[in-house]
């Protein structure tokens, strides 16, 4: 098994800390990581800045090939990935290899997106001298890259969202260099995989600032990542807190830049009531798994079902209480991760209007799901409910009619996922609903549960706030390389200054 140093990757250089935490693995040996200091963080944005004059002026070709690098390097120690992954996150090892081939293949899909070009959306308005009463200038554009990007790893992926996720890898393909703040759930998987990169820039003779690793166990870092002044937009995934507090950061900078946070989203389901009569039982059995898929830690997780009164939500209600009940304890990522669900399950059952219907027994690190139901009223008088709970929970909230359903997506606030169960006879009442929703979430989905992302050219991840922080971006699929370039005119320049790209 691979056994950690527990350094940063400074610009090519393993750099040890002056104080070390302690990994919290689900199973296995502990670790100990050096913690990071802001020093740390000035170094690697340095660098970042020094590797950027190359590297943001590269050739889609050679970044194409640095990306494939990665992906090689990251198979090259498969085994030891999923290993260490698996222990320091308690997720499985099927879910960590199929973590880790979507995190090679989305490397591999911006490889080949950048290689055609599109993305740079090359604009040409040719001269025209005799034009009257003004002639026009001859004008190119195209999309450039901002500069160096920090990417905060998130605590429920540890690879396809963390050190060479898909924040990396869009900074990467669009030409940016990437500062990593690593999360603290996952330190060991950090660090290999920062290791195959590092393999990568080696091997594709990149400048080492390209990319840098700095582990958690402070605070401040983060903080001073997103305030260094070389750093020009942040890539994160995580809590609501932490998040709004780093995007408050920064746009008090003397120069703001962008933020990229997602942040949360409870994705609701709209079960319309020709659908619900046809396939009830078979829409709860899906939603249950779809709840408790991953202990409930995606982002994705459906968590509130919306649903017309009577004895055929009752119906709905039992077959999901019964798959839920049927469902395993599961490990959970962390210790305060599964502190928070209890609290979000007390919140929940706090409320006055709220009825729990399932039960279950939670210790230590451990999850099991929760069930709970409520009316429209008592879900718009409170607006604790529409907040997320991380984990396995689910909220069934019942509607008299339409217009009350209709009310309850009103009321909604940004998602990354709306889901409608539809069946034909639906149809006409179901599209009053695609005005409202399509402007509450990044995704709009029909007969299907929202939990699988995939890595494409037409995905949106991302919403209006608090789904994340830039309603305008996605942070899954090519359209993800965007967020990392800012469009520039070039007027009248010789054919021999221009970029390579307009030539």
């Given at each position: ?12 250089t ?71 992954g ?8 099927a ?35 005799d ?88 605070r ?31 746009a ?33 059995k ?101 907040e ?30 709306c ?14 609903f ?47 390389i ?22």
């Open positions: 098994m691979f056994h950690p140093h527990g350094n940063h990757l400074i610009a090519g393993w750099v040890a800390g002056d104080n070390r935490f302690p990994s919290e693995p689900a199973t296995g040996p502990s670790f100990d990581f050096s913690v990071g200091r802001v020093s740390d963080v000035d170094a690697a944005a340095q660098a970042a800045e020094a590797a950027f004059a190359s590297y943001g002026n590269s050739s889609r070709e050679s970044r194409a090939a640095f990306l494939n690098a990665i992906a090689d390097e990251i198979e090259a120690r498969a085994d030891d990935i999923t290993a260490i698996s222990a320091e996150t308690g997720l499985p090892e879910r960590l290899q199929g973590e880790r081939g979507r995190t090679t293949g989305q490397l591999r899909l911006f490889a080949e997106h950048i290689l055609k070009g599109d993305y740079l959306d090359r604009r040409h308005d040719a001269a025209l001298p034009r009257a009463p003004l002639p026009r200038p001859e004008l190119f554009m195209m999309q450039r890259p901002i500069g160096p990007v920090a990417v905060f790893g998130a605590s429920n992926f540890p690879l396809a969202f963390s050190t060479a996720g898909g924040d990396t890898a869009a900074a990467l393909a669009a030409g940016c260099p990437v500062v990593v703040k690593g999360h603290s759930a996952h330190p060991g998987t950090g660090e290999i995989v920062a290791e195959a990169i590092h393999a990568a820039i080696q091997k594709c003779d990149m400048h080492p600032g390209v990319f840098s690793l700095i582990q958690g166990g402070n401040q870092v983060g903080a001073a990542l997103v305030q260094h002044p070389n750093i020009k937009a942040v890539g994160f995934t995580g809590s609501l807190g932490g998040g709004r507090a780093l995007f408050d950061l920064c008090s900078r003397p120069e703001p830049i962008p933020f990229f946070g997602e942040l949360g989203s409870v994705n609701p389901m709209f079960i319309f009531d020709a659908a619900l009569s046809a396939r009830g039982d078979e829409i709860a899906g939603w249950a798994g779809s709840l408790t898929m991953g202990a409930g830690q995606f982002c994705t997780n459906p968590g509130i079902a919306v649903l017309r009164a009577g004895p055929q939500a009752d119906a709905f209600i039992a077959t999901a209480t019964e798959a839920l009940n049927a469902t395993a304890p599961q490990t959970m990522l962390t210790d305060g991760i599964a502190d928070a669900y209890r609290a979000g399950q007390r919140r929940v059952a706090a409320t006055a209007g709220v009825r729990e219907v399932l039960t279950t027994s939670c210790e230590a690190r451990t999850a099991a799901p929760y069930l709970f139901v409520t009316d429209a009223k008592t879900w718009l008088d409170n607006e604790v409910l529409a997320e709970v991380f984990g396995p929970l689910g909220l069934v909230v019942t509607v008299e009619d339409a217009d009350q359903m209709r009310a309850v997506a009103e009321a909604l606030q940004g998602q990354l996922t889901t409608l169960h539809v069946d034909a006879a639906d149809t006409d009442v179901a599209a009053t695609i005005p409202v929703l399509e402007r509450k979430a990044g995704r709009v989905l029909a007969n299907g549960f929202p939990t699988g992302v995939e890595v494409s050219d037409s995905m949106v991840h991302g919403g209006p706030y608090p789904a994340s922080t830039n309603f305008g971006a996605t942070s899954v699929g090519t359209l993800s965007r967020r990392f370039l800012r469009p520039v005119c070039y007027q009248n320049l010789p054919a021999a200054l221009l970029p390579e790209d307009l030539r």
